[in-house]
């Protein structure tokens, strides 16, 4: 196993550090002669092992995500499209304009380059070096969220809050719960 516990609550982390790290990780694995198995994760960043994005490597800007905190998601979308017009017009989704996180870190990313760059997703491994197969449940929407919500439940029952609450004393930090 790799890649369990590698970085502390509260410490930044974005899908190029991961990209990074899994992609050396998997080639060492190749090195020993064994077959590397990714378990897990968002669809992106799974993506971004298989796809070469050329993702911009912009680190967090807490003063900014600090101040966008209080913003609606409607204003969010609004200071994107001030910053890069296209970008917002492509990403005119309710998917995209729902998730203030997405909307914070493309905020970041164009001001910082003045733009969100294209991410010219290509593939990363060739089909005559790696045989690649991608497993997935397949489990609908709606039955994924039930089972989410029932897991969160049993998880607040079996002590979660005050594992969290551990956890933030622990690395003194500072999130509302």
Known sequence: HHMLDIINPGDYFSVVDYTDMALKIIDEVFERGNTPIIVGGTGFYIDSLLYNYNLPDV????NLRNELESKSQDELFTILESLDFDFAT??????FKNN???LMRAI???TELGKIPKLNKEKRFSDEKYDIEIIQTGTPRDILKQKINLRLLERIEAGMI???????KKYSLSFPY
Do not use: D, T
């Not at 680190?59 to 807490?62: D, L, Q, S, V, Y």
């Open 90 to 95: 492509r990403h005119n989704n309710l998917e």
């Open 108 to 110: 970041e990313i164009a």
């Open 59 to 62: 680190k967090a800007n807490a």
């Open 162 to 168: 005050e594992e969290i609450q551990n956890i933030k």
């Open 100 to 102: 203030p996180h997405r």
